[in-house]
């Protein structure tokens, strides 16, 4: 049979770490799911796509928790030849001037119509290289600065020279998915040149490689940009693309990889309206546009809405504008769908933990990484004034989820509070945290909860897209006005916010206040009380937030306002 050849006008997309399912555990969090789910919507769209990563054998980490709330890791254990498929196809990449050999794995994401994206997975570990050099694509954000870059080199340069050699001739567009893989414009400036030039390249050579790609930024703090220093970068690269680099006026010191990718990409976005307002602010002489995030519906709906969809908006998982129409499902099925997700939860939790919690009591729920500015301690503030509410307002119970990464001693800090907060509010608010936090346990969360809890120091929440899995399953978020909350809304409609979006940054003291304000005088009388009400706002939150919210629309627009800013890519209608 004659092998079939990649499709033209193919658009290019490179992300360290992709979320594909909870057993291949290539992720960390918010990144790698939005990639996932990107994939996912091209397939659906049958958009053409094809997309490059790193195998990351011993994954982020698995998480365990003692009893006091201490973290401890350990590698992912998972066999790639279990989910992927080998490819006989190799590279050679040099670094700190020897030939390292990369190869490749491959996945396929089917979407609805049975058209296909492909994802290849680059793997070091092959019996050509030496031991060090087979472990570079064992851990994700593992390593120091020598590790970290020697894997961006692999992601950005030899996932280009894969890509050719697998047949992937007429890309018409590389999306950078945050600046790790910001070197694929070096090899792109390499393959145009035919080599680098000693005497570097002129504006029109430099503008003819931003006509061909797309960088989309996720980070609105300096902090997070990956920089490494200049010797650094000679040691690993070598000298003629360390030179080459300079020349781009790129090395002051040190090679940031965002700059490095916004100097060379046409289209820049951020990945919320408010996120690409912070963005233009942190790079003033770039042009940054805002498309913000999604999420794959038919994915993050649990069994219970997706049933409940099927029947009565039967054409939502090929056009999810459909969940629009959700404001004409009945209360009492939306209440049935509620009862089941959050019976599932429950039944999972007692079979993790052994604790049972209560099907009839609020349920509140925060699942995200583990770090300093998602405050995940926020809520417990003042337990005296938890414990007062939890009593006159209406019982409630909380659940917790989520990873420190192994070096963030803030982060596992916070998870030991919320530990000590939950033996301090033992007798009057039930609070479990959920270890292992991953796909399956999000999902499990984000429909089984009765409302989503987000407490983000602003303007630090880029965009978020937990709150849009939640809404999904009809539940609203109460949330600080953030990322893609400050889209989604409506107060009392949607769900609520804590504190103002006008009121002072990171004021911990009075959005604690706001907390507990809206929790005890507006959400729990609602849940007890204006059962038919709370149901409404499930609804709204669906047909308002989970009909927009979604990849789908997102992926439209990257294809209309960035895609097809590229020279020669012709945009077919998504309908």
């Known amino acids: 049979m004659k092998k079939s050849s990649p499709p033209s006008g193919t658009i290019a997309y490179f992300s360290m770490d992709v979320a594909v399912d909870s057993k291949i555990p290539t992720y960390s969090g918010g990144l790698g799911v939005l990639a996932g789910d990107m994939l996912r919507s091209a397939a659906d769209l049958e958009i053409p796509m094809v997309a490059v990563s790193l195998i990351h054998r011993k994954g982020y980490f698995d998480q365990r928790l003692d009893w006091h709330g201490n973290q401890l890791e350990s590698p992912a254990k998972w066999s790639p030849e279990e989910h992927l498929v080998r490819l006989p196809t190799k590279v050679t990449l040099s670094l700190e001037g020897r030939e390292v ?308 001693e803030g982060g596992k800090a916070i998870i030991r509070r919320i530990f000590e907060a939950a033996a301090a509010l033992a007798n009057d608010v039930r609070v479990v945290y959920l270890e292992n936090y991953d796909m399956a346990l999000g999902k499990l969360l984000c429909s089984g909860v009765d409302v989503w809890l987000n407490t983000p120091l602003r303007p630090q929440e880029a965009s978020g897209t937990s709150g849009m899995k939640a809404a999904l399953n009809g539940v609203p978020s109460f949330s600080v006005l953030d990322g893609w909350w400050i889209e989604g809304h409506i107060e009392g409609v949607t769900g609520w916010s804590i504190g103002d979006a006008s009121g002072v940054e990171n004021d911990s003291v009075a959005e604690a206040a706001s907390l507990y304000e809206k929790l005890a005088q507006v959400i729990l009388p609602l849940y007890y009380k204006e059962p038919d009400r709370f149901a409404q706002m499930m609804r709204s939150a669906i047909a308002l937030n989970g009909s927009y919210f979604n990849t789908q629309r997102m992926i439209s627009q990257y294809v209309r306002n960035a895609y097809a800013a590229a020279r020669d890519l012709a945009v077919q209608p998504l309908d």
């Open 101 to 408: 050999c990369v190869g490749a794995w491959k996945y396929i994401f089917r979407g609805v119509t049975g058209c296909s994206v492909p994802l290849f997975f680059l793997d070091t570990d092959l019996e050509e290289n030496n031991a060090a050099d087979r472990g570079l694509t064992d851990f994700l954000y593992g390593g120091d600065e020598r590790y970290r870059l020697c894997q961006e080199a692999i992601l950005g340069l030899a996932g280009v020279a894969m890509l050719r050699k697998l047949g992937y001739d007429d890309i018409r567009v590389f999306h950078m998915n945050e600046g790790h893989s910001a070197l694929a414009t070096l090899a792109l400036m390499e393959e145009q040149a035919g080599s680098l030039p000693e005497s570097g390249f002129s504006e029109v050579e430099i503008d003819a490689i931003r006509r061909r790609c797309v960088f989309t930024t996720h980070t609105p703090v300096p902090a997070g940009h990956d920089r490494f220093p200049a010797d650094l970068v000679y040691q690993v690269l070598g000298k003629t693309r360390a030179t080459t680099l300079a020349q781009l006026q790129l090395m002051d010191g040190s090679l940031n990889m965002t700059e490095l990718a916004l100097r060379l990409s046409g289209f820049v976005n951020g990945v919320s309206m408010r996120h690409g307002e912070i963005s233009r602010g942190m790079f003033p002489n770039q042009s940054i546009r805002a498309i913000t995030n999604g999420v794959h519906a038919s994915t993050w709906t649990a069994a219970p809405f997706a049933d409940l969809y099927d029947r009565f908006l039967p054409e939502w998982r090929r056009d999810n504008c459909y969940l629009r129409y959700a404001v004409g499902i009945p209360l009492h099925a939306m209440r049935q769908a509620h009862a089941q997700a959050k019976r599932e939860l429950l039944r999972q939790i007692r079979w993790l933990t052994g604790t049972q919690l209560d099907e009839k009591v609020f349920t509140l729920g925060f699942a995200r990484r583990a770090t300093g500015y998602k405050r995940g301690d926020l809520l417990f503030t003042d337990l005296e004034r938890l414990k007062q509410i939890a009593r006159h307002a209406g019982p409630m119970q909380v659940i917790y989820a989520g990873k420190a990464h192994p070096r963030d």
